[in-house]
């Protein structure tokens, strides 16, 4: 387990990061890009969004560090930057449904 210091500014990068997962369409996002790359406007139609508005979101998503991106001829796919995202994904899934039982 990590011990969390009294180290002021990992406390505010923390809650800056908890706030990337505050937002539902950020979150839906990145349930998307779970388990393969998608280009804009695939994501931008199966969330039944424009793709200006998904755009603006992955970039936010990009400079967090958790989504990354690579060129796939003329398109960008976008995907999870690594499993750490994937398993705050989870685990926030994981307590959820413990809440519920």
Not at 13 to 34: C, I, K
Not at 62 to 72: G, M
Request: proline share 0%; hydrophobic share 40%; aromatic share 4%.
């Amino acid at each position: 387990m990590i011990e969390f210091s009294h180290d002021d500014e990992m406390l505010y990068d923390l809650a800056d990061l908890f706030r990337m997962f505050a937002d539902s369409t950020r979150v839906r996002v990145l349930n998307e890009l779970r388990s393969r790359e998608v280009g804009v406007t695939e994501l931008a139609n199966s969330l039944g969004m424009t793709t200006s508005a998904i755009s603006h979101q992955l970039r936010i998503l990009k400079d967090a560090r958790l989504i990354r991106s690579r060129r796939d001829g003329k398109g960008i796919l976008y995907s999870l930057a690594d499993e750490h995202v994937r398993t705050i994904l989870d685990m926030g899934v994981e307590h959820l449904e413990e809440e519920r039982r």
